[in-house]
């Protein structure tokens, strides 16, 4: 196993209280494998990532409890020193806004480059040249006349080209792209999704995939992690969860979204709000929101059930999964 | 199709590039719309698509008169409102109304929802006399699904969602017969969306309105328009009713598009056609020549960039009665099917 | 039972979303997804603390803040004392600052003068009294002037835009080039009056460039809201959408430069003075005081000492106040 998270707990603390955005969560990856983290805004899915990677602000944030294991070894254990070497050698993330994510001063080469610079100990000369075969790999045309350009003259394509290039520059065993083509346009978005599936398979690196895109999901994920209210809510291979989700939410979820090849009448909407991370509700937390919930939902806390339909492993934390998946 | 209630001739928004500060001298113009057609029938929607910068938010800004055209008409039954008088503008602008992309920064801050709603009520005192307004405002509440009595409260304590709606009240408090829509739901989450969308279903039977639904995502579009128009560069390159665009496109960029959207639908990965466009989408303020979209496109030929391409039915279809006979701006029109047909859609697992 | 959720009354109406803090949430860092950023907003939202709670209103909110900020208390504490002193001096000090004896000149402390006589054998406490009038006067009335001319200059120059912006951006570069010291010997030395109203206009003729700048940049940046858009979509006139969209949304950064500008007045009115061309004579300034006291540094310290340590204190306590001010409205740190 690449990366194991396990009963991960992050909180952060505010004025009006302490939020817990990261209740208990576990997933895995291994080498070559690509892991969907679905969820929308505030369901803890960025601030996992962040956790793992190790740039989590702390505080507010803190994380209370859990493990993660890199490769076998408990990442929370390590000295700060320990942990910076694996960042980016190792692990390296995709973050969605390029342009806020490159540093506008520092021409692209010189930014691509400094990665060699401060883990390889590389010459400046000879990370120019690394920086230009990068930028080759992940097809930025006339990677040597640009390589001395600023982000700023580069479409946002191209940047978050040049982000996956950084993220790859030290050939790492796992990255994470938290929403890498959300801020983009839907034909270059096929374009980055492509060239990023397509490095992975060649590198065979673990991969995790954070979005809200269900459409991104089914086109590139090998298995998914539908995220709640800082809780995995459902964890199934991908074919499976969009055939028959075992959750309500993921079912809510899908059915929501209208679809390309289907002219609907009414969508299905979820009713309710999505939780206050200050006041998770007792028992599930998707309780308030749930056309199955019952008494039980309203004060048991659902444990992630497994609810493995050999061969397929997979999980969903409802009380009432048999409901969900058959009826 | 219904009498049109707007026609769209010939529209231009150029913006001058201008040098120097004390002598300005113009360089050139970003064209950010290049001659835009199209009609909208009463009752009906209007979706239009395109990707960032092909001008579309430009298109909804002239329709509300946010921006004057460079040139071009925009006819509200018949009248041109791009050149009106700033009184008569007033009363033309309480027919046709906008809802906003951000419904963070599309709310006064410093107002009250009350305050928010009423205010179409005080810009135009005839349409609602004073003792009535709080209550027409309530209502207004309570039509697009919030709690009347939040009339007090200040935008920041809603979600998002929630502001949106605060956004649509306002947009229909003057009683619109068109409501111009610029990505309203592209900043929500996914599971507000649908609310979202539904509510704007439910108050176009309601109120009888027209829609001009202007977004980036193809799956909404086609879910609430009836005819749907694809924007590249300024332009419209394809426009025709949403089965003929969905399900029967015969302009390259349309079908790159289309192909393009990732569908929630893992068996559909190993099947699917996919047309990667190579290339960004060139700078409105250097538009090639002929056919805008030859630079990207892979069945450009010399023609194209020679020949500008009309918005018309393309001649190979004129005579056949197929869905392909709709306005398509491209030399090299042929049909090519990249969404799966209804029919064969799996269906989605139902509630 | 479970415990009600904050918006539960809204649950019938099919709502969604959480209450969202304010628009300007900043990110915790430069890796803030947004996701992260929304948490944040999420984090500062007023949901948490509860269903009855008040609507909070951007100088609510910066109440509440300021309320809790020792910075803020301190200054708040010695201005409001000012400005008490300043409107009735006779509540601490009994003399007259006119009454002299010049037999006394330079007399160090003693009972019922605590800080001793100076030059002209003038009581240093009395004087140090009256002299936050004319401080606090001078500082008032020209950041006031400064404010409505320069916001009001900015503010349309920010609204209108083209020629009439660049015609004033022009003119305020101008101002900006003038040294101010040098401008005030220049000018003020023409001037023969002993009041305090040159040494106002002059503070005004040379501080609004700045103000206006502000007013400027924070009217562009309001003006180019959706909200403003929406009002113009409804057929909003210009001076609706000036004085109800954009004025309560442009008016902070004005109104923390302006605070943090007052102590800077003060310390200039002083510094005018003391050059002999600000106030003259009999005006009682701490700055003419200053002055005069210098030549006797060596031999009659708390002299200088007085006054000086007066001043020294309200314009560090205006400037305090405006940084808190400013900490308090600055929608980055919310």
């Known amino acids: ?327 | 199709m219904a009498e049109a209630i707007l026609e769209v001739r010939g529209l231009h928004k150029h913006y001058p590039l201008t040098r120097g500060i004390l002598f300005k001298k113009q360089v050139g113009a970003v064209r950010a719309v290049d001659g835009v057609d199209f009609d909208l029938a009463a009752g009906e929607t209007l979706g239009i698509v395109g990707e960032s910068g092909c001008g579309k938010s430009t298109v909804a800004k002239m329709l509300v008169n946010l921006e004057r055209p460079t040139s071009g008409e925009i006819r509200y039954k018949g009248e041109d409102i791009s050149k009106l008088s700033p009184r008569a503008l007033k009363a033309v602008r309480r027919n046709i109304q906008m809802v906003f992309q951000d419904p963070y920064t599309s709310l006064n801050p410093r107002m009250t929802v009350g305050d928010i709603i009423g205010e179409p009520y005080e810009i135009h005192p005839e349409v609602a006399p004073k003792g009535d307004r709080r209550r027409k405002v309530q209502d207004l509440l309570d039509v697009v699904g919030l709690n009347p009595e939040y009339i007090n409260r200040y935008p920041h304590q809603f979600s998002g969602g929630q502001r949106q709606r605060i956004g649509i009240a306002r947009g229909l408090a003057l009683q619109p017969e068109i409501i111009v829509a610029d990505e309203p739901v592209s900043a929500l989450d996914v599971s507000v969306q649908a609310q979202v969308v539904n509510l704007l279903g439910n108050l176009q039977t309601e109120f009888s309105l027209s829609y001009v639904f202007i977004a980036h995502d193809l799956s909404i579009v086609r879910h609430i328009s009836d005819r749907v128009g694809v924007m590249y560069l300024g332009r419209i390159v394809e426009i025709g009713t949403d089965a003929e665009i969905y399900e029967h496109p015969t302009h390259p960029y349309t079908q790159a598009l289309l192909s393009a959207v990732p569908v929630p639908d893992p068996e559909a990965r190993a099947h699917r056609e996919r047309i990667i466009l190579t290339g960004d989408v060139p700078s409105p303020a250097d538009i090639p020549s002929g056919c805008r979209f030859r630079t990207r496109c892979w069945k450009a030929q010399e023609r194209c960039t020679l020949e500008v391409p009309e918005l018309a039915v393309p001649a190979v279809f004129r005579l056949t009665e197929s869905p392909a006979k709709h306005d398509s701006a491209c030399h090299f029109a042929e049909e090519k099917q990249v969404v799966p047909p209804e029919d064969d859609g799996e269906e989605p697992p139902s509630p | 039972m479970p415990e009600p959720e904050p918006f539960e009354p809204l649950e019938s109406y099919g709502e969604e979303g959480r209450a969202i803090a304010s628009t300007g949430a900043g990110g915790a860092s430069d890796l803030a997804t947004a996701e992260a950023e929304t948490l944040e907003k999420n984090l500062g939202g007023p949901e948490g603390a509860g269903p009855d709670k008040k609507a909070r209103s951007l100088w609510s909110d910066a109440w509440h803040d300021l309320r809790r900020n020792p910075v803020f208390i301190i200054s708040g504490l010695v201005i409001l004392f000012l400005v008490i002193i300043s409107i009735w001096p006779q509540l601490i000090a009994s003399g007259d600052p006119l009454d002299c004896d010049l037999s006394k000149a330079q007399e160090g402390s003693q009972p019922g003068h605590p800080f001793g006589f100076n030059g002209q054998g003038c009581d240093v406490y009395t004087r140090t009294v009256y002299g936050a009038r004319t401080s606090v006067t001078v500082g008032v009335l020209a950041t006031v002037g400064v404010a409505i001319l320069g916001g009001i200059l900015g503010g349309l120059a920010g609204f209108f835009g083209g020629a009439w912006d660049g015609f004033l951006s022009r003119i305020t570069d101008v101002f900006f080039a003038i040294p101010v010291v040098l401008g005030g010997l220049v000018l003020l030395s023409v001037v023969t009056s002993s009041t305090v109203w040159p040494v106002i206009g002059f503070m005004v003729l040379l501080g609004w460039p700045q103000l206006s700048r502000i007013a400027r940049g924070s009217v562009i940046t309001a003006k180019q809201n959706d909200y403003v858009q929406a009002a113009r979509a409804l057929g909003a006139s210009n001076s609706r959408m000036l004085l109800r969209h954009i004025t309560p949304n442009a008016i902070a950064p004005v109104i923390v430069v302006a605070t943090i500008a007052l102590g800077t007045y003060i310390s200039l009115e002083a510094t005018l003075s003391y050059l002999g061309v600000g106030l003259k004579p009999p005006t009682v300034s701490w700055g003419i005081d200053i002055s005069s006291a210098s030549q006797y540094i060596r031999n009659a310290p708390h002299m200088l000492l007085w006054p000086a340590g007066a001043l020294a204190i309200t314009v560090l306590a205006f400037i305090m106040l405006g940084d808190a001010v400013r900490d308090a409205l600055d929608p980055k740190l919310r």
């Not at chain 1, 803890?44 to 209370?64: E, F």
Request: hydrophobic share 40%; net charge neutral; proline share 6%.
């Open chain 1, 1 to 327: 196993m690449l990366l194991e998270v396990r009963d991960l707990h992050v909180e952060f603390h505010t004025r009006d209280g302490v939020a817990k955005a990261v209740n208990g969560v576990d997933y895995s990856v291994n080498a070559g494998e690509t892991l969907a983290v679905l969820g929308e805004s505030g369901s803890g899915k960025s601030v996992t990532a962040q956790a793992v990677m190790g740039i989590l602000d702390i505080p507010p944030g803190k994380i209370t409890q859990g493990e993660i294991l890199f490769q076998g070894q408990d990442l929370l254990k390590l000295k700060e020193e320990e942990r910076r070497k694996i960042r980016g050698a190792k692990m390296a993330m995709v973050f969605q806004d390029a342009l806020s994510s490159l540093n506008p001063v520092v021409s692209v080469g010189d930014q691509l480059g400094e990665m060699f610079q401060v883990h390889k100990g590389m010459s400046r000369k000879d990370s120019r040249a690394k920086a230009v075969e990068l930028m080759d790999r992940v097809r930025i045309p006339a990677a040597k006349e640009r390589v001395g350009q600023y982000p700023h003259q580069f479409s946002g394509g191209m940047r978050q080209r040049i982000m996956i290039a950084m993220a790859l520059a030290l050939e790492p065993e796992l990255i994470i792209a938290d929403e890498p083509t959300t801020a983009l346009d839907v034909t270059v978005q096929a374009q980055v999704m492509d060239l990023l599936a397509e490095l992975q398979r060649e590198l065979n690196m673990g991969l995790i995939l954070i979005t809200h895109d269900l459409g991104v999901v089914a086109d590139v994920a090998d298995k998914i992690a539908v995220m709640y209210a800082g809780r995995i809510v459902e964890r199934a291979p991908v074919h499976e969860i969009y055939k028959a989700p075992a959750h309500p939410y993921t079912k809510g979820l899908l059915e929501s979204i209208p679809r390309l090849d289907q002219k609907g009448q009414e969508l299905y909407a979820i009713k309710g709000l999505p939780p206050n991370l200050l006041a998770i509700p007792p028992g599930c937390a998707f309780n308030p929101r749930c056309p199955l919930a019952r008494d039980r939902c309203r004060t048991d806390v659902p444990p992630l059930y497994d609810v493995t339909e050999s061969p397929v492993k997979r999980a969903s934390a409802c009380h009432f999964w048999k409901e969900c998946l058959h009826g």
